[in-house]
């Protein structure tokens, strides 16, 4: 399977927890997203890596979380001290920088569940 | 700010053809895309249109009039595994997406 790979596909945790998820992106990928999606709504956006460089936080990116990209290859998102409103689908995608109309190729989620 | 309007619902009859409507405010517009999402599934990409007119690719066809800042995803022949929600979105580093039109095809 050459897609993008999340995981752990779901996560139950408790209240004051950290959990972490990982991607690896399609290998050929430069940019690599993280969009977290709850029922009913759009992916928002989190934040954005080209390579290694994390080009682009939103300001819903808190500082309980925090995204890395070693070496530029997968990343992993962590959410520290989860709080109940973090329960989400958060997705990670990958495409080419600058590729045409810009196609972004989603992995198919790790689901958050805090109790 | 940017924003992305589409309906909320739209449901269908298996076989007909139904138009997905988008209107946009952004600032540096560079095109407009589709995905496609099954419920607990990923987001897919169908179409995207750099320039105004239409796109065809086989029963989905995407229109982009820039002068309007309007898009539409038109669906043919609609089939049961049509039903999904579709989301337009538009690229700006990351892609920006819209809330959503959940598609309903009955029988």
């Known amino acids: 399977d050459t897609g993008v790979s999340q995981n752990p596909r779901h996560k139950i945790t408790k209240r004051g927890q950290n959990v972490t998820f990982r991607c690896d992106p399609i290998?050929?990928?430069?940019?690599l997203y993280w969009y977290r999606q709850t029922l009913g709504q759009g992916p928002e956006f989190l934040t954005y890596?080209?390579?290694?460089?994390?080009?682009?936080k939103s300001r819903l990116l808190s500082d309980r979380f925090s995204a890395e990209r070693p070496k530029g290859s997968f990343s992993t998102l962590e959410i520290q001290r989860t709080e109940q409103g973090d329960s989400a689908m958060y997705l990670c995608a990958s495409s080419l920088a600058g590729g045409g109309g810009n196609t972004i190729y989603f992995g198919e989620g790790s689901w958050l569940t805090v109790v | 700010g940017q924003s992305l309007e589409q309906p909320s619902e739209v449901t269908a009859v298996e076989g007909a053809i139904v138009q997905i409507n988008c209107t946009y405010q952004?600032?540096?517009?560079?095109?407009l895309s589709w995905y496609q999402q099954h419920d607990g599934g990923a987001p897919t990409f169908l179409s995207y249109n750099g320039l105004d007119g239409l796109e065809e690719t086989g029963r989905f066809s995407s229109f982009l009039s820039r002068s309007d800042s309007y898009g539409y995803l038109l669906l043919q022949e609609l089939q049961m595994k049509d039903s999904a929600s579709y989301f337009c979105a538009v690229p700006r580093g990351d892609l920006f997406f819209g809330t959503g039109t959940r598609l309903t095809v009955i029988p």
């Open positions: 890596f080209q390579n290694e460089a994390q080009l682009e």
């Open positions: 290998s050929e990928h430069n940019r």
């Open positions: 952004t600032s540096g517009f560079y095109g």
